[in-house]
């Protein structure tokens, strides 16, 4: 398992973005919690990103109760309604609409406040410093049930990947040309920045800068875990897999002419942000891996800077995309009449769609197909986590 050290190894959880997608993760972590059979937290190391960072924190707040806590979070994820979200009332979206408008028809010639989303999230900032006790963390690290949770924000002013992380302290923060790793007491502004998709949702100040969603600049999903010490990753992704003959049957062209709307050019860019980067790097990991398996560490090396770190991915069987088809008659009218706007709603405008869809029926999809994706690897989940465990024990 571990290649050139040896010693206990830490499991270390990673949870992606993709707004109303990161459903599928509490699924996925309903079906674990059946796994483990008992309350204690199997994840010392716990990293988010986006909409991931919520679905992180809350099970580090409640790191003393790891079932307890995912049973709360899918009760929550359930409850959820777009106003729970993001503000719906016809004065929020008119208010910010003709700011927009003002902002591209002044041409700089007039002072005006400038507006950088579209949707009000001050109902989810409620929601969430209700529901997560992020203040709980740094005594679970004291006692030993957590070793570290970090979220990652995207900083709009630099273009650097900040990992803002609470630890044991003896995990250093780290620096990439790319990416920063900075120890800092976590509040639920640095969640909020971490799930503020951009366009849509506001950036959030962090010290001197501004923050916006994660997912923009991590192209290594998996580093923030590796950098808090994690020796093991399990990562629940929302994206897809298809097969070679589903993408070409995808691609073939249609005879049909059809206006491209904004609504499947966004849904395609939101698809490039937080779809993409956690297959590539689990490729890459799992090729280093590889090499390192068959390799030795050169003279005076120290066997334990070179070691291969496993990695299951889980990931949805189906595309959440599709599942989203059907949700337009649920989203509040004056939301309804915005999506609209751009072309959602139509061939293509799904996407978009279930990025946005936080309603109950929506949610309940992803959580069942995440919990029975899952638990169709059960023999391969157990057998990694209790590969885990019996090195812990040793």
């Not at 924190?57 to 729970?84: C, I, K, M, N, Y």
């Not at 902002?103 to 410093?129: C, E, I």
């Amino acid at each position: 398992m571990v290649a050139f050290c040896s010693g206990v190894t830490t499991l270390g959880l990673i949870l992606t973005g993709g707004g109303a997608r990161a459903a599928y993760q509490v699924g996925a972590l309903r079906a674990v919690a059946e796994v483990v059979g008992n309350s204690h937290n199997p994840f010392p190391v716990i990293t988010g990103v986006s909409a991931g960072a919520i679905n992180g924190a809350a099970l580090a707040a409640h790191a003393d109760d790891f079932s307890g806590a995912v049973q709360r979070l899918s009760e929550t994820w359930l409850s959820l309604t777009p106003d729970h979200v993001y503000r719906t009332d016809v004065l929020s979206v008119a208010s910010i609409g003709s700011r927009w408008i003002r902002n591209l028809t002044s041409g700089g010639l007039v002072t005006l406040r400038q507006v950088n989303h579209l949707l009000d999230t001050t109902p989810l900032r409620a929601l969430l410093t209700e529901r997560i006790p992020l203040e709980r963390v740094p005594a679970h690290i004291a006692a030993g049930r957590l070793r570290a949770l970090g979220v990652t924000a995207t900083s709009y002013l630099t273009g650097t990947a900040v990992t803002f992380f609470d630890a044991v302290p003896d995990v250093p923060p780290w620096a990439r040309s790319r990416r920063l790793g900075r120890r800092e007491s976590l509040t639920i502004d640095h969640v909020m920045a971490s799930a503020a998709i951009p366009v849509f949702f506001p950036p959030v100040r962090l010290g001197g800068s501004f923050y916006g969603d994660g997912q923009v600049r991590l192209t290594e999903p998996l580093s923030p875990a590796i950098h808090l010490g994690a020796d093991r990753l399990v990562a629940i992704g929302v994206r897809y897999m298809r097969t070679a003959a589903e993408t070409e049957e995808l691609n073939t062209e249609d005879a049909e002419t059809r206006l491209l709307p904004v609504s499947q050019v966004a849904g395609v860019l939101l698809n490039a942000l937080f779809l993409d980067h956690l297959d590539s790097d689990a490729e890459r990991l799992e090729r280093i891996n590889h090499t390192l398996s068959i390799s030795t560490p050169p003279p005076g090396i120290r066997g334990a800077q070179f070691r291969v770190i496993p990695v299951l991915t889980l990931r949805p069987s189906r595309e959440l995309g599709g599942l989203a088809a059907d949700q337009m008659e649920h989203f509040p009218r004056v939301v309804r009449y915005l999506l609209r706007g751009m072309g959602a709603g139509r061939r293509g405008g799904s996407d978009l769609v279930s990025y946005l869809a936080f309603e109950r029926t929506y949610v309940d999809r992803l959580q069942s197909l995440g919990y029975e994706d899952t638990l169709a690897r059960r023999a391969e989940l157990e057998d990694f986590l209790g590969g885990s465990r019996a090195v812990a024990s040793a």
